[in-house]
T-cell receptor
Framework: DGGITQSPKYLFRKEGQNVTLSCEQN?????MYWYRQDPGQGLRLIYY???????QKGDIAEGYSVSREKKESFPLTVTSAQKNPTAFYLC???????????FGPGTRLTVT | SQQGEEDPQALSIQEGENATMNCSYK?????LQWYRQNSGRGLVHLIL?????REKHSGRLRVTLDTSKKSSSLLITASRAADTASYFCATDSGSARQLTFGSGTQLTVLP
């Protein structure tokens, strides 16, 4: 099956801890993206990567970090510097960066 | 910042009726896309319309684009209960190679 997987589906952390969200794709896509979604809201771009070993900040990158060491993987770390980390996090990929994006099922992060 | 804004924020209709959602955006675009999101799930791509196109169809979906008014509409004909979801427009505005999403329309189709 081709697609994007995110793990885990639900994640609980204590305030002050860093946490890493996994995103893997086997679609052979060059571009990958991380979005944050708050209740009743649209998606806001955190980071994106167009090729391996390269990534750019999106609209709300503060308190987050990413890496792109392999084409199929784009993990997101939510650091303790992120003031309000509780949210639904979505990963996506795209073959060109201009067309449709394919989304993973999301990870719901709760920080208490 | 969000480029697209959907209208209405919420829409409730009976099964079999048509549903129309609108999207307005602020800057010039290369293309505009519509996505569907079922509750608690990832987004699913529905349709892409390029800036030089005015109308596009896909099954029960009809999308129009008016670049002079910077607006688009999504029409779902003969709606079904399974169409209940949130619908988002997303704009591709050029060299940044990223999409900007609107805040979505929550559609409820009553059986």
């Amino acid at each position: 099956d081709g697609g994007i997987t995110q793990s885990p589906k639900y994640l609980f952390r204590k305030e002050g801890q860093n946490v890493t969200l996994s995103c893997e794709q086997n679609l052979n896509h060059d571009a990958m993206y991380w979005y944050r979604q708050d209740p009743g809201q649209g998606l806001r771009l955190i980071y994106y990567s167009q090729i391996v070993n390269d990534f750019q900040k999106g609209d709300i990158a503060e308190g987050y970090s990413v890496s792109r060491e392999k084409k199929e993987s784009f993990p997101l770390t939510v650091t303790s510097a992120q003031k309000n980390p509780t949210a639904f996090y979505l990963c996506a990929s795209s073959s060109t960066g201009y067309g449709e994006q394919y989304f993973g099922p999301g990870t719901r992060l709760t920080v208490t | 910042s969000q480029q697209g804004e959907e209208d209405p924020q919420a829409l409730s209709i009976q099964e079999g009726e048509n549903a129309t959602m609108n999207c307005s955006y602020k800057t010039s675009i290369n293309n505009l896309q519509w996505y569907r999101q079922n509750s608690g799930r990832g987004l699913v791509h529905l349709i892409l319309i390029r800036s030089n196109e005015r109308e596009k169809h896909s099954g029960r979906l009809r999308v129009t684009l008016d670049t002079s008014k910077k607006s688009s509409s999504l029409l779902i004909t003969a709606s079904r209960a399974a169409d209940t979801a949130s619908y988002f427009c997303a704009t591709d505005s050029g060299s940044a190679r990223q999409l900007t999403f609107g805040s979505g329309t929550q559609l409820t189709v009553l059986p």
